[in-house]
């Protein structure tokens, strides 16, 4: 076999032994051909067919071992490809939460391949065999990092191609797209304080005690910045940013007066919108006496009495760069490298923010 495009030979024997190895020409523990006899085979120097082998290793498909050769991994195992790709959300497709879905689809239909969606309640008790015999990957996202891990270890484990959205796990090789939470954060308060708003709170539903890796908490990241790039020192505490709609906002008008807050910027949409009722039920008027800025730009944002100014995710860009990872990550399950895609997010103004009040 005659290799005659320099640039290519090692590419090209990589190719061939990372496709007999998913095809099962080579199984697992099954030792590869050596340095010279690859050279022979492919009339290359033992230069390029040790790099076509160390590269096989560099993505976790086969072990090195001085003085007796390279062998597949015992780990390893083979699955047929079924053309089929899970999507796992905490909300049902049709509810207008995030249209991840359409962003997914652009990327598998000229691969002819198929996308089935659930929730995450319906996902709870899938083991990984379950996973493997029906799909060829999993778009993850979950609702609850840490009480999800043991099932993100066991994907982890047995090399299961996987890409997470809207988490990220650090310190785990997990392939992740997420929005930039924080300069979300970031651009909701800014825009707050240019309109001369100073006393700016951050109204949380999630828990920003517990965890430091979670999309509110980067959002409230965001928000310390912007009060501390302009020398503002009023800021709502991680405590209180959620204890505040513990009650059903039972505390938050008299908290708001206490501290003359002209301004909320709240975790997310469906949260801005149960505020919006709860303030118009008791005779507080957006804008005109609070501002308040959501996260997400979910469809109810633009028909909500007022309109509400929020920062716009791009869930189908964050659909599509998922399901391009999960690709790359189906051709190199073994990879120990996981990359990590920041999508920006944009300011969507609309009636929900006037210039300073008074509470």
Not at 29 to 40: D, F, I
Request: glycine share 4%.
């Amino acid at each position: 076999m005659l290799l005659t495009t320099n640039a290519n030979k090692y590419l090209q024997i990589f190719e061939t032994l990372k496709s007999q190895i998913w095809t099962g020409e080579y199984v697992a523990g099954q030792q590869l051909p050596s340095e010279n006899e690859l050279a022979k085979t492919y009339q290359v120097s033992r230069i390029t067919s040790k790099r076509a082998l160390q590269e096989l290793a560099d993505i976790g498909l086969v072990e090195r071992h001085q003085g007796s050769g390279t062998f597949v991994r015992r780990a390893f195992k083979h699955y047929p490809r079924t053309n089929q790709l899970l999507l796992v959300i905490p909300f049902a497709s049709e509810s207008g939460l995030g249209d991840y879905i359409t962003g997914v689809k652009e990327i598998l239909a000229p691969l002819q391949q198929s996308l089935v969606v659930i929730e995450n309640k319906d996902f709870t008790f899938t083991t990984v065999a379950d996973l493997a015999t029906q799909y060829d990957g999993l778009i993850y996202y979950p609702q609850n990092l840490a009480a999800e891990l043991p099932q993100i270890n066991q994907l982890l484990l047995h090399h299961f191609p996987f890409v997470l959205i809207d988490k990220t796990a650090t310190n785990l090789p997990v392939p992740s797209v997420v929005s930039d939470n924080t300069q979300g954060g970031y651009l909701a308060t800014n825009t707050l304080i240019e309109a001369g708003h100073q006393n700016i709170a951050f109204l949380a539903q999630s828990d920003l005690t517990t965890t430091l890796n979670s999309s509110a908490t980067y959002r409230y990241f965001g928000y310390i910045q912007a009060l501390g790039e302009h020398d503002l020192t009023f800021a709502t505490t991680p405590h209180s940013a959620t204890a505040l709609t513990s009650d059903h906002f039972a505390d938050l008008l008299p908290a708001l007066r206490q501290n003359n807050v002209t301004a909320l910027v709240c975790e997310h949409d469906i949260l801005a919108l149960q505020l919006l009722t709860f303030l118009t039920a008791h005779n507080v008027k957006v804008p005109e006496t609070l501002s308040v800025i959501g996260f997400d730009n979910i469809a109810q944002t633009a028909t909500s009495q007022p309109q509400l100014t929020t920062i716009m995710q791009n869930f189908c860009e964050i659909g599509r760069q998922a399901a391009r990872l999960l690709q790359t990550r189906m051709a190199n399950p073994y990879d120990p490298k996981a990359a990590q895609i920041t999508v920006p997010v944009e300011l969507m103004a609309r009636l929900s923010v006037n210039p300073e009040p008074t509470i």
